[in-house]
């Protein structure tokens, strides 16, 4: 496309387009004492189209190229640099960020996902990962561009690029930076483009010029393919264009449009003006855009499949983006965009008060709206729009309401001084005084006509209007009730009123301080369009609340119109469909029709249904629509991560990522792509694991993490669009923030470790001190069983020796000699141990037995004594303190047996019992009075002996850690009579 024809840009930007009016007065009529003044103009039904220029952050007017990346985002070429828009703002790209030259022709993406962007100068740039940067080959491209026009560029898959010049043909950079020309034009004029087929070709299309009545258009494939020639029409342009749509190849020649299918070319159409573009749309259709507007081409007729769109506006390029909306690219007027729904309507001259307030259908294909200004406008879709003014008495007042019943040619205004209109003229009540009509008309069953004012009840009586009543409320509409009853909706909730005897009560306490606007029958059911509370569904005694928490476009609802199953409403926000269903567990299905889908801005505020065909009064116009289309959007929004920041420092948004313990203050920005959503987007986000799951929904597109604690986490965010409609694949991004250096595995190991050495070192050291310790008390213990052993041979000896002088006294010599030998075999016994603290217990039994054998010699019957080891002990192994037995039987003797008057006895036996040794020594004196046990007091009264024995076994435990035990208690015979000691020693 040749742009830089300055004569045709003059010339396309002078345009002016405007459209007259005719107005035709009508004669006075007065007989009626009405004047009706009506005027007739063309009126241009346009689609719904949202309309962005440099008050919208785009940075200029003129736009050259779109581009639908494989995000969603789109992309625009314009004068004044690279612009992208994601559904909520304007983000432009300039000599500031690396262009060299802010004229932007054309864009594409290539398989890295970068943008390229030719520019005017003939350079190539391209941006990735939000930064602009220079192809390294531009200084070749500039050389060979010269004081060319760059018209059209390629990116191959391998790198290379290929740059088509207007008069100089097409050449190609490879990946080396290599120079190869691929058409060359000479001496004669040509436009040279890449076309991309669907089935992945691509071939070459010029266009050359030998006269100004012979110019041939080449079509060279790239595939060695025989080149195809063909003749264009007489008198061709010298700006050519060509695309693809499935495998036909379209081109151009000023208004011409043509057609290659199958190796033939037809003549599609000629254009009231130049093309300026040509681009691929949806179902192989093509988009042609003129200096005057822009069309659809069908793919299967090669006619327009609609009227022009942008009526006298360059249309420079066309995009149908994934969600079918549709992009218009202009020369001097920004970006169009529309939903692509098929909403279209008439825009209404907003300045001069042509502001449509009410609406009603009328016979045949007619459409009537009520205006701010005291204007009808009488609209015929396809034909013509006619403006119907009143009378000066009751004009600049607002039409609220237009009221028709069927069979009843007239139309009842709403308005301060009502009147009605029949056959296209307008006729007032003739009341003297302004009644103030604020409500709808009602037709009863009798036939009777009422309406009513602010707080006051009139009847239609031929061309004059009867006062009936007034009432303590503000009335906004009424409705018949029964026969004789009417339905008063009030800012305080709904009352009845009957006509027969006057009587006004509250119709409902469920309905009661809720302002009522609009109320309609469906069958048994009453439908109350309410001011906050959304629409009411009344049946018998139940009530159904549908507002916005169920879905519903807005709660203040203004009208309400009824069409089979479905409940129409009005509303700020659009336009809402409210769908009746047999199924207890989904009522009512909600489908929402606002500027998202086509509806212009400013609100909705009446509504009507003509042949399958809605009618919506808006703030600047009439829009329609088809009222069984399905108008919602099921396209999935696309998902993306746009912003990661790490502690404020920015962090890729792809592949996982690993932070320390510090960095633990996280901002996530996100955004998805929904052009018909208009920003009315919902996200979920979702942060697991770690020690909690964060989930939330919100209409922000960012979350801030604060201080959070280490561990893996996965953040995933989806949408959904403004018909509920949520993306398929979730956003995600990876991260893992790592436990601090005293939180680690390796410092809670080294920890460990230094717990263990320490604790082992202080182990040894106290092992080493309770040995120590040990030691020395069994030193003590040592030296104490050494000090009682040294008291109690002392006194053993003394006894002895005190035995051999009562012998020496009573000269008895050989039982001296006797004694002594005994003596003398303990005292070699006592010498042998006097080193050691432990015996063996044989040892023990035969000092016992020479012990025994001294003292039956100082009886002078003696006494009986017996030593019995059990069979399989061997009394070798067992060890105790030395002459420990001795004093047990030495206090038998001396406090048991001495005495008696019968034969002593004593009896020492040595058995097993579990895994220990047990010594019984056991005699039949006179028994003791208390029991002893070791470790337990011992009385003063015991013998000293006996007391050392007992503080000797105590302390040989002690020295040696042993646990031998010592129990001494009194006998019993077979009579259970006292006799006798016992003495139990357990090794």
């Known amino acids: 496309m040749d742009y830089s024809t300055r004569t045709l840009v003059k010339r396309v930007l ?26 007739i103009r063309a009126q241009v039904e ?10 919208y952050e785009l940075p200029g007017r003129e736009v050259y190229t779109i581009l639908q990346d494989r995000n969603g985002l789109i992309w625009f070429g314009t004068d004044r640099g690279l612009c992208r828009y994601d559904g909520y703002a304007f983000r432009t790209y300039t000599t500031k960020e690396g262009l060299l030259d802010n004229t932007v022709f054309q864009l594409q993406e290539d398989s890295l996902g970068r943008i390229w962007m030719l520019t005017f100068s003939g350079r190539v740039f391209y941006l990735f990962s939000d930064s602009i940067f220079s192809y390294r080959y531009n200084p070749v491209f500039f050389k060979e561009v010269a004081n060319k026009i760059p018209i059209d560029f390629r990116i191959g898959r391998d790198g290379s690029v290929a740059v088509s010049l207007q008069g100089k043909g097409t050449f190609l950079v490879d990946s080396n930076g290599s120079v190869r020309n691929l058409h060359e034009t ?9 076309i991309d087929h669907s089935d992945g070709n691509t071939c ?3 266009m050359r010029v030998y006269s100004q009545s012979n110019s041939v258009l080449h079509v060279i494939p790239d595939r060695g393919a025989p080149e195809e020639n063909f003749t264009l029409p007489d008198n061709p342009s010298q700006r050519f264009l060509a695309a693809s749509s499935g495998t036909d190849i379209y081109a151009t020649s000023g208004p011409y449009l043509f057609r290659i299918r199958k190796g033939r070319m037809e003549n599609i159409r000629r254009f009231d003006s130049n093309i300026l573009s040509l681009s691929p749309g949806s179902r192989k259709d093509i988009w042609v855009g003129t200096e005057s507007g822009a069309f659809r081409i069908s793919a299967l007729s090669g006619k327009p499949d609609q009227k022009r769109v942008l009526d006298g506006i360059p249309v420079s390029d066309v995009l149908e983006d994934k969600e079918g909306g549709i992009w218009f690219g202009t020369i001097n007027d920004g970006v169009y965009y529309s939903p692509g729904f098929g909403i279209s309507g008439i825009e209404l001259d907003e300045k001069s008060g042509l502001r449509p307030v009410s609406i009603t259908a009328m016979e045949g294909n007619s459409i009537l709206a009520g205006c701010w200004n005291g204007e009808l406008v009488k609209w015929t879709p396809g034909n013509s729009l006619t403006i119907i003014r009143l009378p000066r008495t009751i004009e600049n007042n607002p039409i609220t309401r237009l009221t028709r019943w069927e069979g009843d040619p007239s139309v009842y205004l709403t308005t301060v001084n009502a009147g009605y209109l029949k056959d296209d003229k307008v006729f007032r009540f003739s009341n003297k005084l302004h009644l103030g009509i604020k409500t709808n008309f009602v037709r009863m069953p009798d036939g009777t006509r009422i309406c009513s004012g602010t707080s006051s009840l009139f009847r239609i009586s031929g061309d004059s209007l009867l006062y009936l009543t007034n009432f303590d409320e503000r009335v906004n509409c009424i409705a018949s009730f029964g026969k004789d009853k009417l339905l008063i909706g009030t800012n305080r909730g709904l009352f009845t009123f009957n006509m027969q005897d006057s009587t006004f009560l509250l119709f409902s306490p469920d309905i009661d301080d809720i302002r009522i ?19 009411l569904l009344k049946y018998k005694n139940s009530l159904m609340k549908i507002n916005s928490f169920l879905g519903l476009g807005g709660d203040h609802i203004s009208r309400l119109v009824i069409s089979g199953d479905d409940i129409w409403c009005t509303s700020n926000n ?18 929402n029709i606002n500027s998202s889908q086509g509806l212009p801005e400013g609100g909705a505020r009446d509504i009507c249904l003509l042949n399958d065909t809605v009618y919506v009064a808006m703030t600047g116009g009439i829009s329609r629509f088809a009222a069984l289309e399905d108008y919602n959007n099921y396209v999935p929004p696309s998902m993306g991560i746009t912003a990661f920041r790490v502690n404020n420092i920015p962090e890729p948004c792809t592949g996982e990522h690993l932070f320390d313990a510090s960095h633990n203050n996280l901002h996530i920005e996100f955004n998805a792509v929904s052009y018909r959503s208009k920003g009315n987007i919902t996200y979920q986000y979702l942060l697991s694991g770690g020690s909690d799951t964060i989930t939330s929904m919100t209409m922000a597109r960012e979350v ?25 694949i979730p956003a995600e991004i990876h991260f893992k923030i790592l436990p601090p250096w005293y939180n680690t595995w390796i410092f809670r190991a080294l920890l460990l470790v230094t717990l263990l050495f320490v604790i082992f070192f202080a182990y040894r050291l106290r092992l080493k001190k309770l040995q120590k310790d040990y030691r020395i008390e069994r030193k003590q213990a040592e030296l104490q069983l050494t000090a009682m052993r040294a008291q109690m041979n002392p006194h053993f000896i003394f006894n002895v020796m005190n035995s051999i002088r009562n012998f020496m006294q009573h000269h008895d010599t050989g039982s001296a000699e006797k004694y002594l030998i005994s003596f003398s075999k303990l005292v070699r016994y006592t010498l042998d141990h006097s080193g050691v603290q432990e015996v063996s217990l044989e040892d023990e039994l035969n000092a016992l037995k020479s012990y025994s054998e001294l003292e039956m010699q100082r009886f002078e019957q003696g ?4 030593i019995y080891v059990e069979d399989g002990i061997d009394t070798s192994d067992y060890m105790l303190p030395a002459l420990l037995l001795q004093p047990f039987v030495e206090n038998a003797i001396k406090h048991g047996i001495s005495g008696l008057d019968r034969q002593g006895c004593i009896s020492v036996r040595v058995g097993k019992e579990n895994d220990r040794i047990k010594v019984i020594i056991q005699d039949n004196g006179r028994g003791i009075d208390k029991p002893l046990v070791t470790g337990e007091r011992i009385p003063g009264d015991v013998p000293h002996g006996m007391s050392l024995t007992f503080e000797r076994i105590l302390a040989y435990n002690k020295a040696f850690g042993r646990q031998m035990e010592a129990r001494i208690c009194a006998g019993t015979d077979q009579y259970g009579t006292v006799s006798g000691t016992i003495v139990e020693i357990r090794l």
């Open 863 to 866: 006494f009986k004594f017996d």
């Open 517 to 535: 606007d609009d109320m309609k029958w469906k069958g048994d059911t009453l439908c109350l369009a309410t001011k906050g509370s959304g629409v």
């Open 14 to 39: 002078s345009r002016n387009f405007t459209v007259g009016f005719i107005k035709i007065h009508f004669s006075v009529m007065p007989l009626l004492g009405i004047l009706v003044a009506t005027g």
């Open 46 to 55: 346009t689609p719904g189209l949202r309309h962005f220029t440099a008050g």
């Open 204 to 206: 070459l299309i010029s």
């Open 574 to 591: 659009g336009v809402s469909r409210i769908r009746m269903n047999k199924e207890k567990d989904n009522p009512v299905t909600i489908m």
């Open 704 to 728: 801030e993490f604060l201080s959070l604690p280490p561990g893996t986490y996965q953040f995933s965010v989806m949408a959904r669009n403004s018909s509920g409609i949520w993306s398929k």
């Open 186 to 194: 000479g001496k004669m004029e040509g436009i040279h483009y890449y």
